[in-house]
T-cell receptor, first 112, second 114 residues
Framework: QKEVEQNSGPLSVPEGAIASLNCTYSDRGSQSFFWYRQYSGKSPELIMFIYSNGDKEDGRFTAQLNKASQYVSLLIRDSQPSDSATYLCAVGGYSSASKIIFGSGTRLSIRP | DAGVIQSPRHEVTEMGQEVTLRCKPISGHDYLFWYRQTMMRGLELLIY????????DSGMPEDRFSAKMPNASFSTLKIQPSEPRDSAVYFC????????????FGPGTRLTVT
């Protein structure tokens, strides 16, 4: 079993709709959770992080965390063609000394 | 700040040759990470340093790989001898020792071993 699992996609969503990306993780001791966006041929870029159960909103992005279910999600509201990218879920420990384990990513395509 | 700087951006080499990848982290960042990304295996952590000291190198594939950080502003990842299966994009990332520990990635080095 992979430590961080994501559906590879592609996930196709019409422009203006909500895109929902999901991620599960195996280590119950994980304390920090991240979503990175990676455009084709570019480096990953952090867009959201969450540490506590519940929702965290930042503009059009909402990260959701459920530690009991070991589940993290990212919602993108009012999807734009510029949101088309691969989204990497990453999970880490309790401090900056801990490794961050990345999922293999979900490819998101926003169709006009 | 210029961000994380990596060189070269592209490297093509023949099997058996030595390859050296270079990274300059963001000034003031305490942590430096080396990752490898392939279609098959995704983004894998190879090694990371804190204050120039290697903390975890369990991701280094084998003895052909070595990494050094002689000072706070420079790190190298060396592959000797290189093999075709080492072909990948190698990213360097850095972060400061803060609560968020957001990792800032460099542009990557695309390595092709023929």
């Amino acid at each position: 079993q992979k430590e961080v699992e994501q559906n590879s996609g592609p996930l196709s969503v019409p422009e203006g709709a909500i895109a929902s990306l999901n991620c599960t993780y195996s280590d119950r001791g994980s304390q920090s959770f991240f979503w990175y966006r990676q455009y084709s041929g570019k480096s990953p870029e952090l867009i959201m992080f969450i540490y506590s159960n519940g929702d965290k909103e930042d503009g059009r992005f909402t990260a959701q965390l459920n530690k009991a279910s070991q589940y993290v999600s990212l919602l993108i509201r009012d999807s734009q063609p510029s949101d088309s990218a691969t989204y990497l879920c990453a999970v880490g420990g309790y401090s900056s000394a801990s490794k961050i384990i990345f999922g293999s990513g979900t490819r998101l395509s926003i169709r006009p | 700040d210029a961000g994380v700087i990596q060189s070269p951006r592209h490297e093509v080499t023949e099997m058996g040759q030595e390859v050296t990848l270079r990274c300059k982290p963001i000034s003031g960042h305490d942590y430096l990470f080396w990752y490898r990304q392939t279609m098959m295996r995704g983004l894998e952590l190879l090694i990371y340093f804190n204050n120039n000291v290697p903390i975890d190198d369990s991701g280094m594939p084998e003895d052909r790989f070595s990494a050094k950080m002689p000072n706070a502003s420079f790190s190298t990842l060396k592959i000797q001898p290189s093999e075709p299966r080492d072909s990948a994009v190698y990213f360097c990332a850095s972060t400061e020792d803060s609560k968020t520990y957001e990792q800032y990635f460099g542009p990557g080095t695309r390595l092709t071993v023929t």
